[in-house]
C-alpha cells in the first residue's frame, strides 16, 4: 500500500531512506536547509522541497501532519532536530522517527516523544555481529 513519508535531513543516511521508500513506491516529500542537497534527490523523491526544519510556519505549509510517519534525519547539530522533532510531535504528527547522535541526544528526544530513535552506528554494529556470527555458524 503506498504510504506519505517525509524526510527531514539529506545527508547519506536520510537520502538513502528517502531513495529506498521512493523506489518501494511510496510519496516522499524530502526536504534539506541546504538547497544543493535538495537538487540532489529531486529525481528520487515525489517532492524535494528546500526549507529548514525549525521552522514551523513551513512545516504547516507543507502538510506535515498529513504524513503518517516523518523521519528526522539531521545528524550530527543536535538542537535543530530537537527543536523540529518537537515541533512535529506538537502539530500532531503520529509517527516521528529521529537519528539520534549521542546518548544525550537519545535521552532528550525521548523526553520529547520521538517514536523511534535510530543510533545507525550502534544498530549496524549490532547486526553486523550477528552476521559474522552466522557465517562462523555455516563455516563448520
Ligand atoms: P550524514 O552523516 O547522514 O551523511 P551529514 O554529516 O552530511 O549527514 P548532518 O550534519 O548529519 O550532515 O545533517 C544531515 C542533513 O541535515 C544535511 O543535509 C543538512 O543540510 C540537513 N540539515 C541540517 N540542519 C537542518 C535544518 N534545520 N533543516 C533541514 N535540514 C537540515
Redesign the pocket.
Known amino acids: 500500500m503506498r504510504k506519505q513519508y517525509a524526510v527531514?535531513?539529506?545527508?547519506?543516511?536520510?537520502s538513502s531512506i528517502c531513495k529506498e521508500l521512493y523506489q518501494l513506491g511510496h510519496d516522499v516529500l524530502a526536504?534539506?536547509?541546504?538547497k544543493e542537497?535538495v537538487i540532489n534527490i529531486e529525481k528520487y523523491a515525489t517532492y524535494a522541497v528546500n526549507?529548514?526544519?525549525?521552522d514551523e510556519d513551513a512545516l504547516k505549509s507543507l502538510g506535515i501532519r498529513n504524513f503518517e510517519k516523518v523521519i528526522v534525519?539531521?545528524?550530527?547539530?543536535i538542537q535543530?532536530s530537537i527543536l523540529?522533532t518537537l515541533i512535529l510531535k506538537e502539530l500532531g504528527v503520529k509517527e516521528v522517527w529521529v537519528k539520534a547522535h549521542d546518548q544525550k541526544h537519545v535521552r532528550i528526544l525521548e523526553s520529547i516523544g520521538a517514536d523511534r530513535i535510530i543510533q545507525p552506528e550502534y544498530e549496524m554494529g549490532i547486526r553486523i555481529a550477528h552476521q559474522l556470527d552466522s557465517s562462523r555458524v555455516i563455516e563448520y
Request: glycine share 22%; proline share 4%.
Open positions: 527531514i535531513g539529506l545527508g547519506r543516511f536520510g526536504i534539506d536547509i541546504n542537497r526549507a529548514d526544519g525549525t534525519t539531521i545528524g550530527a547539530n535543530p523540529c
